[in-house]
């Protein structure tokens, strides 16, 4: 179950985090996997893990914060593996503009097309180039978005943030319907918070991480290969019937009566910020 053999994958935010545990795990499923990420430092230790794995591995450092760079990725994972049957849109984030994150009353223009460059823009036309090769090549093939719990939760303080990731669900349903009959299946993963570079100012200390898990009923943060787990599945032969689908991996946390409570509790809206 879940033999990658002959699959050729590109993940991108592959230098850390999830994105590195999703690469790592297509490889030893038996992928081959291109891997895309600002930092070609980073990049070059988890290609130097997958060799080790017996897999091949390509470097392909790329910002995507410009959305032109996305197109030209693809081309450039495809040349160097002469196929693809799978892309990860991993990357994304915050995007370090004044007013990215915190209340929409301090938030700018800058930030705001900032931000859905690249939590919307580079991972859809990274996704439409990956469907038209996965089409021409006649082999179907899977692709992923991975979100946030906050793209179907309002969080304050997030709003940018998750409403791009929200454009992103809709974007994966739209286009899984209008690939699916070339066989390419589109799908997402909504993660809660997972235990990562990017996370770890929230859970720096014991009490912090206890305090974080306490919100989840199965009583801990996610690690990433909880998210790569789900990516194995929804990237596989096995799931060959899934499509537009959005799959929560977010430790129970859909089945509390609130879902931000946490986030309400440490990042109030300030009076100042009010409109």
């Known amino acids: 179950m879940f033999s990658y053999e002959g699959k050729k994958a590109l993940v991108t935010g592959a230098g850390r985090g999830i994105g590195r545990a999703i690469a790592l795990a297509f490889a030893r499923q038996g992928a081959d996997v291109a891997l ?40 450039q994972g495809v ?22 994150f915190g209340p929409l009353a301090e938030t700018s223009p800058e930030a705001f097309d900032a931000m859905y460059a690249l939590n919307v ?4 036309f990274a996704a439409i180039a990956a469907a038209k090769q996965m089409g021409a090549q006649g082999t179907g093939g899977a692709i992923l978005n991975i979100v946030s719990i906050d793209a179907v939760f309002p969080a304050p303080t997030e709003a940018l943030y ?8 809709n974007l994966t349903k739209v286009l899984g319907y209008e690939v699916g009959p070339d066989r390419v299946r589109v799908n997402a993963i909504a993660p809660g918070v997972v235990e990562t570079a990017l996370t770890a100012p929230w859970l720096a200390t014991e009490e912090m991480r206890q305090d ?22 929804l990237c596989s032969d096995e799931a060959g019937w899934v499509s537009g689908n959005v799959l929560y991996v977010t430790g129970g946390q859909l089945a509390t009566s609130d879902v931000f409570r946490w986030t309400r509790a440490h990042n109030p809206v300030p009076e100042s910020a009010r409109i």
């Open 79 to 100: 040349e160097a593996m002469g196929a693809l049957h799978v892309l990860v849109n991993n990357a994304g984030g915050g995007v370090d503009v004044p007013g990215d």
């Open 162 to 169: 998750g409403s791009a990731k929200a454009a992103l669900v």
């Open 121 to 124: 823009r580079s991972p859809l």
């Open 36 to 75: 895309a990420a600002r930092s070609r430092d980073q990049l070059e230790e988890v290609a130097e893990e997958i060799r080790a794995l017996g897999r091949q591995a390509y470097v392909l450092p790329t910002n995507l914060g410009d959305v032109l760079a996305a197109d030209a990725m693809v081309g």
């Open 212 to 233: 974080r898990a306490s919100f989840y009923p199965l009583g801990r943060v996610g690690q990433p290969d909880d998210v790569a787990a789900a990516a194995v599945y």
